[in-house]
């Protein structure tokens, strides 16, 4: 079935770097633009970023812009977010889900990897 | 960027009851509009999307209606299964994709 599993995740010190995984399996990857979206905790969904199904295009939220990196490796059918120079408020869980074609909403999604940021 | 405003917050409800949750965007958003349930400890699980079509799998107790500014989703009969966190995105051609702040639904 189709299936993401992030891993990655950690406690970092601010300032510090941190990339995540996002495995894909069950379908074909390299079809499909994927996301990012995260979840402090008690908070509500935060859209993070997005890459085209062919790596071409890239875009990301504001309060990310110019410090984490999207990018993919169709040939490990595998996402990544390098996320540097990293704050307190980035502390979240990530999760990694699938664009779909020609309908919205985002499906599926992974477990998520929980990233923590403090000193 | 658009924004979305969702409310309640929080709701309670009996089982059985119909429950009603209003999302608004801040323009006009046509029907790129989808709903999302997350249960404590789960990832988001799509349940409407494009304002009003229910994926597969999903209970038709759950409906979706609206277009431009204004949406909502409905649960006709209420069941303990629905305790859950509610939430509405806009979904356009181009990012952010904005989520609403979430309803977090109870069992009266």
């Known amino acids: 079935q189709e299936q993401l599993v992030e891993s990655g995740g950690g406690v970092v010190q601010p300032g510090r770097s941190l990339r995540l995984s996002c495995a894909a399996s069950g379908f074909t990857f390299s079809s499909y633009g994927m996301h990012w979206v995260r979840q402090a905790p008690g908070k509500g969904l935060e859209w993070v970023a997005l890459?085209?199904?062919?790596?071409?295009?890239?875009y990301y939220a504001d309060s990310v812009k110019g410090r984490f990196t999207i990018s993919r490796d169709n040939s490990k059918n595998t996402l990544y977010l390098q996320m540097n120079s990293l704050r307190a408020e980035d502390t979240a869980l990530y999760y990694c889900?699938?664009?779909?074609?020609?309908?919205?909403?985002?499906?599926?999604w992974g477990q998520g990897t929980l990233v923590t940021v403090s000193s | 960027d658009i924004q979305m405003t969702q409310s309640p917050s929080s709701l309670s409800a009996s089982v059985g009851d119909r429950v009603t949750i209003t999302c608004q965007a801040s323009q006009d958003i046509s029907n790129f509009l989808n709903w999302y349930q997350q249960k404590p400890g789960k990832a988001p699980r799509l349940l409407i999307y494009?304002?009003?079509n229910l994926e597969t799998g999903v209970p038709s107790r759950f409906s979706g209606s609206g277009s431009g500014t204004d949406f909502t989703f409905t649960i006709s009969s209420l069941q303990p299964e629905d305790i859950a966190t509610y939430s509405c995105?806009?979904?356009?051609?181009?990012?952010?994709?904005?989520f609403g702040q979430g309803t977090k639904l109870e069992i009266k």
């Open positions: 995105q806009h979904y356009d051609n181009l990012p952010p994709y904005t």
């Open positions: 494009d304002a009003s």
């Open positions: 889900s699938r664009a779909r074609v020609l309908k919205g909403g985002f499906d599926p």
């Open positions: 890459i085209w199904y062919d790596g071409t295009k890239k």
